[in-house]
């Protein structure tokens, strides 16, 4: 076969061309293969050490650096147990990483990662002896998402001692007090508040507290008319005003704070935390 | 001894590596200072974390790459012998050479020990961190501990290229040596506490015991905590990790002397 020496290349050009021309059509139709992974990989604490050529502050920082620009709208509940292991390794390995806990506390116990987060705000508590924010962030959770008072005020008032000035302790230790009023066993919230009052350096903070504790009496009391009511009748405690015409209680006792008490929907009495609103006649 | 030492310094100042210092010292000080922005709470403390990891791995590399120059080099082109030549105990060159080389990390150390503080200062774009970092003394005794890895470091090359006759195995088995004996610290402490239940490593812990015998753990010269955060190091810890390095130094120098002396060129 002769071909004219002069015009394949330009054929062959032009074969190019074409092929060229009808591929990039064809693809736009074609969908491309979207990679929308946030966060796929949790390595091994040592081999990250390993990597970081021993230093374990830079394998921290580079596992709080990825844990700091992951965009949690894209993320799905694997990607935030992945997570919650990274930031935990990033905490064993520099437990004062100040980032780290921060932004534990801000994304993981809201995505289910409830202990992981718990297990670095406590490392970085020890850690951080100076750092009273770790200790609060830890009451808070407890009492938000394990609804336990009781030990939330106790990390609460470790919170408080670690602040510098008075008025800010004194704050924290208000907190901790009003928290035990939610507590469910009212014997361990009285001790507690109790033990508070006597340790108050302010008399007027310790006053404070002794009222605290009165209401937390009456509370008790009343919690023990609503057992006995709940015996007698079979049916758990409506209106507290049930309690009088039984014949459980002589009167309502007064709150020293005027919010009185209230009966929730199980029957359990609690105590107000706002005056109550006025019926009108 | 000294005219070594002095031969050493001079060399390794008129080389091209102070350049390669104050390069390498840009690079460093510019990545820890945009480290600072992916740092929400603490920007000036996350950049002087990473210049300090910055720091020793480039004091590690100077390490090697002067070992590597002063001695490896002359020990391969057999200029060595020159030197050899003076009516001095073998020794004598050894030693000199190695204390030229660790003046030259001192130089080094120094110099990105600045530049670092430098960065710190101007990162964080005006922001007040609620704990800030300790200038002054804690910071130069961080310095000087990674001073002290590096010669270390630096001993254990040194003590390879005496009898080795591949050139490149000094580094390599250098490098080797500075990430194990850095990584020996907390890989022990993961496996003391259990390794998190991981069984497969557990396997590994007697032999991770038994190579704290046979390795420095160099984390203990790590004192970083305290101008980060203000957490002093406890003077035992600090004392023991010292005669901990100066004591393995010590140890390594003697058996280079030992195998350099007896050393056969041909």
Not at chain 1, 129 to 158: C, E, I, T, V
Not at chain 2, 90 to 112: D, E, P, S, T
Request: charged letters at 20%; aromatic letters at 10%.
């Amino acid at each position: 076969m002769t071909v004219n020496p002069k015009a394949s290349p330009w054929l062959v050009a032009s074969a190019c061309a074409l092929a060229f021309v009808v591929s990039a059509e064809r693809l736009k139709a074609v969908p491309r293969q979207t990679v929308t992974l946030e966060l796929q990989v949790a390595l091994p604490l040592f081999v990250q050490v390993f990597m970081t050529a021993g230093d374990r502050y830079l394998a921290a920082n580079l596992a709080a650096i990825r844990a700091v620009i992951v965009t949690t709208d894209k993320m799905r509940p694997e990607d935030y147990r992945i997570l919650g292991k990274v930031q935990e390794d990033a905490s064993w390995l520099n437990p004062a990483h100040e980032d780290n806990y921060y932004t534990a506390t801000a994304i993981l116990p809201w995505n289910g990662e409830l202990d992981a987060a718990q297990t670095i705000l406590a490392r970085a508590t020890k850690a951080r002896y100076f750092d009273y924010q770790p200790a609060f962030y830890y009451a808070f959770n407890l009492l938000h998402f394990k609804g336990d008072a009781a030990g939330a005020s106790a990390w609460m008032r470790a919170a408080a001692e670690k602040l510098p000035s008075d008025d800010e302790r004194l704050i924290m230790q208000n907190l901790a007090a009003r928290w035990m009023d939610r507590a469910q066993d009212t014997d361990l919230a009285i001790r507690i508040v109790e033990a508070m009052a006597q340790q108050a350096k302010r008399k007027d903070f310790r006053a404070y507290l002794e009222q605290r504790v009165a209401r937390l009496r009456s509370l008790k009391q009343l919690r023990a008319a609503a057992e006995r009511f709940r015996e007698h009748s079979g049916r758990p405690l409506v209106k507290l005003q049930d309690l009088v015409d039984g014949g459980l209680v002589a009167a309502l006792p007064a709150d020293p704070f005027g919010f009185g008490f209230d009966v929730d929907k199980q029957g359990q009495v609690v105590l107000r935390t706002s005056p109550p609103v006025l019926q009108k006649k | 001894m000294i005219s070594f030492l002095t031969s050493a310094w001079r060399a390794g100042l008129r080389s091209r590596s102070i350049q390669g210092i104050l390069i390498l010292g840009a690079v460093l000080v510019g990545v820890a200072y945009l480290s600072a922005s992916f740092s929400p709470r603490q920007p000036r403390t996350v950049a002087l974390d990473v210049g300090l990891s910055g720091l020793r791995i480039t004091l590690v590399l100077f390490a090697l790459f002067w070992v590597q120059e002063l001695v490896g080099r002359e020990i391969e082109r057999r200029t060595v012998l020159f030197s050899l030549t003076y009516p001095v105990a073998r020794g004598n060159y050894v030693l000199g050479r190695y204390f030229g080389v660790v003046g030259l990390l001192a130089l080094a150390a120094i110099l990105m020990g600045m530049l670092l503080w430098l960065a710190v200062l101007t990162t964080g774009g005006g922001y007040d961190q609620s704990f800030v970092v300790t200038a002054g003394a804690p910071y130069w005794i961080t310095v000087f501990g990674l001073w002290v890895d590096a010669a270390v470091v630096a001993a254990f090359a040194l003590w390879l290229s005496t009898f080795s006759t591949v050139p490149m195995l000094p580094l390599a088995l250098g490098l080797a040596f500075a990430a194990g004996g850095k990584s020996l610290g907390a890989v022990a402490e993961y496996l003391s506490k259990g390794a998190e239940g991981d069984l497969e490593l557990m396997r590994f812990a007697p032999f991770i015991n038994a190579i704290q015998w046979l390795l420095p753990d160099l984390s203990r010269l790590d004192w970083r905590a305290w101008p980060m955060y203000g957490l002093a190091p406890e003077a035992l810890a600090v004392v023991l990790g010292l005669v901990l390095a100066v004591s393995y130094v010590a140890f390594l120098l003697s058996l280079a002397v030992i195998t350099f002396t007896r050393r056969d060129f041909q």
